[in-house]
């Protein structure tokens, strides 16, 4: 079982992406300001952009954005053996159309000096879902669609649910032993790395992950990382999921390619993440 395979949104999804923040949409974040839209964003930090990206669901989801992250208010009840209700997240780069401001993303790969990130999660005792990165490559510097690449690095996971795909390896990655998983999710490929024990707080070099993963698909140096992601793909429940922190910084050795910022009328709406099936 796959997920949806990714398209554009319906017109009048791609608008409510790009109303105010006092809507619900883009914009930038005051300490009171939430999203309830389906593929509501805001910015942070003039750096970031927390997307509500409730792909998978009719029920009810909103963010709370705070000045350094996010949390979560749902109460969503999807089947455990199919797709997750959303993928609320904080991201450094480009997801479909929407950059996020001042990125250096897309960069080539072979122009990748160091790539890190930190975050710190919060998570409730009860209901299913995943914490996790999703970091998306690209053999093009495409800022507009689906990546052929999904890099996913599960943080924690509450409840039967596992990645897509088949668990293939188990490999040590920054201090850390992880269980590798890999598919196919009808759009995109996809390597997961699950932790084996749940993770809370971490700064780490992506870059590690990255050169695994060329060892494991068809990423080459000549590929683009586009977006780097972190948040939660809830099946019940969704209350009380936080990313209470996350940084994410990427230094080129030069060459490195920036797209221009796109308009609004050509921003397309987030889109499921994650690449899961049950």
């Given at each position: 079982?796959?997920?949806?395979?990714?398209?554009?949104?319906?017109?009048?999804?791609?608008?409510?992406?790009?109303?105010?923040?006092a809507a619900g949409g883009g914009g930038t974040a005051h300490a009171s300001t939430q999203?309830?839209?389906?593929?509501?964003?805001?910015?942070v930090h003039d750096r970031y952009v927390v997307m509500n990206n409730r792909w998978g669901a009719d029920t009810a989801q909103c963010v709370n954005v705070t000045g350094s992250g996010f949390s979560v208010t749902a109460n969503h009840n999807k089947p455990t053996n199919g797709a997750p209700a959303s993928y609320a997240a904080i991201y450094?780069?480009?997801?479909?159309?929407?950059?996020?401001?001042?990125?250096n993303l897309p960069m080539q790969v072979s122009q990748i000096r160091n790539a890190t990130s930190s975050v710190n999660f919060s998570y409730p005792n009860s209901g299913t879902y995943n914490a996790s990165y999703d970091i998306w490559l690209?053999?093009?510097?495409?800022?507009?669609?689906?990546n052929k690449q999904?890099?996913?690095?599960?943080?924690?996971?509450r409840g039967p649910i596992h990645p897509v795909g088949a668990r293939v390896a188990s490999v040590r990655i920054d201090g850390r032993t992880w269980d590798v998983w890999s598919g196919f999710n009808g759009s995109s490929d996809v390597v997961s790395y699950?932790?084996?024990?749940?993770?809370?707080?971490?700064?780490?070099?992506?870059?590690?992950f990255i050169t695994d993963v060329k060892s494991r698909s068809a990423v080459t140096d000549a590929w683009y990382l586009t977006s780097i992601q972190a948040g939660f793909e809830p099946w019940v429940g969704g209350t009380g999921l936080a990313v209470n922190t996350f940084t994410a910084k990427v230094d080129g050795g030069?060459?490195?390619?920036?797209?221009?910022?796109?308009?609004?009328s050509s921003a397309a709406s987030p889109s499921p993440s994650g690449g899961l099936c049950r």
């Open positions: 079982m796959t997920r949806p395979t990714r398209a554009l949104a319906a017109i009048g999804l791609m608008l409510a992406s790009v109303v105010t923040a999203i309830c839209d389906t593929f509501g964003t805001t910015t450094y780069g480009c997801h479909y159309g929407n950059c996020s401001p001042r990125t690209d053999p093009t510097p495409n800022t507009q669609g689906t999904e890099l996913m690095i599960w943080f924690a996971k699950v932790a084996q024990s749940s993770i809370k707080k971490w700064d780490f070099n992506i870059r590690s030069g060459g490195s390619t920036q797209p221009p910022s796109p308009s609004p």
